[in-house]
């Protein structure tokens, strides 16, 4: 029996898929997810229940560092909280969108708990 020949990017979003049915975001609590590119950091805040995007931030936005290393997540996630507490949301439910929770992806939701965000 072998055991295939999967890429990372499939692993990847297989656990993506794993995290998903799991999680859901509401109103009160919505979800914020991120994604981590080669270039680029996104995050968004989604309320799943009505399937919208509440607000967005990444590293493509002006006035933004264009880059994707861990002092760049740390920024993007204490402007993703103010964003955030800006729109009057202060609890959410953090979506690591497969990543292994270490570098950047603890950077920024480290950054975005010191910001105010309850998760």
Known sequence: MTMGNTSRTAKRIKRRMRIRNKIHGTPERPRMCIMISNTRIYAQLIDDIKGVTLAHVSTTDK?????CSVPDA?????????????????????????FRYHGRVKAFADAAREGGLCF
Do not use: P
């Open 74 to 98: 740390t920024a993007l996630g204490g402007r993703a909280a103010s964003v955030a507490i800006g729109k009057g949301i202060t609890k959410i439910v953090f979506d690591r969108g497969g």
């Open 63 to 67: 006035g933004s560092e264009a880059g």
